[in-house]
């Protein structure tokens, strides 16, 4: 059962979850025994706790907006079930055809990005405006990276190199999930209160090294949990960037949180009212001459906007990811689409186990038997 209580925000602080496309990870219906609950609060825990308003039904932000051209309520209608049987409010906001923004009304036009991108870009836009005028263990962890430690004074992070490295060659510990250290309560976001952007949702998402773009800027602590069971064995993650996990050494079940740097899909983020305005400026008004995911990892690498650290945080892999229907593959998507003719047999959510898609017949009739789509396999390495 999710906690319940009134969500403690500041109010020049109004986050929102944005998303094309959003599958809400089943957190709230998986047996106990296939959820591994974190250990106790560093920083105190109880109802009262800031932290417990990741657990009510927005996840801790104002407002959950989920983005959906009109014409397509397959989603919608998807979209809506999943939330319900998630507890999780949304709000619809409705999306726009690349094809119906004119060319004027497009910051720096030269050379027209395709209708889809434009489409996805102002729809985006949109949602970021209505911010103006109007998940736990992920805010542990960037707790753990941007808030000051407990007692320290001056204050310091657990991350050396937060918020700005000292050198270029700089690669800090990783630091444990299940020894996180003693932080500061926040004040004002149980996210913590230094976040511009949260980056939960996406296809793909580098981990910063003294190698990324503007590695003078991007902090490069790392978050590791291990034995993580809601992530797939490393052979079945989908992603754009998915040997990162045998780059860096990494074990099946691990997921990372980290600061966001070359990223690709924004199936899900979160951004603050300081954090919208600065988009609106760099993003809305400033050159339009990629998709939206690249303009937004440019600001969050320092390179859109001008300034020296944007604070985005992003969880590896992504909690939000992509759900693709069985049947025609050309209605994955409206921003690109490459299929014409093929047929997929079997639905499928990118790097979820137990997916809300896949288990909606399961919550419906109440059953407990869900469906994991990425079942362990027995590794040669087991076997030794």
Same mark, same amino acid.
């Given at each position: ?29 998986l047996p106990r025994s296939k959820i591994q609950h974190p250990p106790a609060l560093n920083v105190g825990a109880g109802p009262s706790n800031i932290l417990y308003d990741v657990f009510n039904e927005t996840l801790g932000f104002e407002k959950i907006f989920v983005i959906s051209l009109p014409s397509r309520t397959d989603r919608r209608d998807g979209m809506t079930l999943a939330a319900a049987m998630s507890n999780i409010e949304i709000v619809f906001i409705d999306g726009v055809k690349g094809d119906e923004v004119p060319n ?12 889809? =991108?434009?489409? *996805? ?144 899909? *924004? ?69 690109? *689409? ?30 407990? =038997? ?15």
């Amino acid at each position: 059962m999710l906690i319940k209580r009134p969500i403690q925000i500041h109010p020049t602080i109004l986050p929102a979850v944005v998303g094309l496309f959003m599958l809400v990870f089943l957190f709230s219906q998986l047996p106990r025994s296939k959820i591994q609950h974190p250990p106790a609060l560093n920083v105190g825990a109880g109802p009262s706790n800031i932290l417990y308003d990741v657990f009510n039904e927005t996840l801790g932000f104002e407002k959950i907006f989920v983005i959906s051209l009109p014409s397509r309520t397959d989603r919608r209608d998807g979209m809506t079930l999943a939330a319900a049987m998630s507890n999780i409010e949304i709000v619809f906001i409705d999306g726009v055809k690349g094809d119906e923004v004119p060319n004027k009304a497009i910051p720096k036009f030269k050379n027209r990005v395709k209708d889809g =991108e434009i489409g *996805s870009w102002r729809a985006q836009m949109n949602a970021i405006q209505q911010l103006k005028e109007q998940l736990y263990d992920f805010a542990r962890s960037s707790n753990a990276l941007t808030q000051p430690l407990l007692n320290s004074d001056p204050p310091k992070s657990a991350d050396p190199t937060y918020p700005i490295p000292p050198d270029a060659k700089t690669i800090p510990a990783d630091i444990s999930f299940n020894s996180l250290p003693s932080t500061a309560l926040p004040l004002h976001s149980p996210y913590g209160d230094k976040w511009g952007l949260l980056w939960i949702g996406h296809m793909g998402m580098n981990v910063p090294t003294p190698s990324s773009p503007s590695p003078e800027k991007i902090p490069r602590g790392r978050i590791v949990r291990t034995s993580d069971n809601t992530v797939p064995q490393i052979q079945h993650l989908e992603s754009f960037y998915n040997d990162f996990a045998e780059r860096f050494g990494y074990e099946n079940h691990t997921r990372l949180v980290h600061h966001a740097t070359k990223a690709i899909g *924004s199936a899900g983020y979160a951004v603050t009212q300081a954090t919208a305005r600065k988009l609106l400026y760099a993003v809305a008004l400033d050159e339009v001459n990629e998709g939206l995911d690249h303009m937004l990892s440019e600001y969050c690498e320092g390179r859109k906007g001008g300034w020296k650290h944007a604070d985005c945080l992003t969880t590896n892999p992504a909690l939000f990811n992509r759900h693709r229907s069985a049947g025609w593959m050309g209605a994955d998507g409206d921003i690109q *689409s490459d299929y014409e003719t093929d047929f997929r047999e079997t639905a499928q959510t990118d790097n979820v186990r137990w997916s809300t898609r896949l288990n909606m017949e399961v919550l419906l009739e109440g059953g407990t =038997e869900f469906v994991d789509q990425w079942p362990d396999e027995l590794l040669e390495s087991d076997t030794l």
